[in-house]
């Protein structure tokens, strides 16, 4: 007879034990996947940011060139490039 009880109990039970196996399997695939796509969003947007602050970067090289005499053969360069 007890042995009759653990097969209801299983039966049951498996309604919750599904559950919890498919919630454990979601989970570390849903974690995996939002590394990765974490990832790809960082290195888009930082490319993004990094591509703007060198913009910034040769703005402020250029007036620096023109407000000042430009004294450095570097400067030189690159006025004569403007």
Request: net charge negative; charged share 25%.
């Amino acid at each position: 007879m007890a042995g009759s009880q653990d097969i209801f109990d299983s039966i049951v039970m498996a309604d919750e034990r599904f559950h919890g196996e498919g919630y454990r399997e979601g989970y570390e695939e849903g974690s995996s996947l939002g590394v990765m796509e974490g990832r790809q969003h960082g290195t888009l947007h930082g490319a993004k940011i990094g591509s703007e602050i060198g913009c910034y970067q040769g703005f402020a090289f250029a007036w620096k060139c023109l407000l000042h005499s430009c004294t450095t053969e570097k400067d030189r360069a690159f006025r004569i490039w403007i």
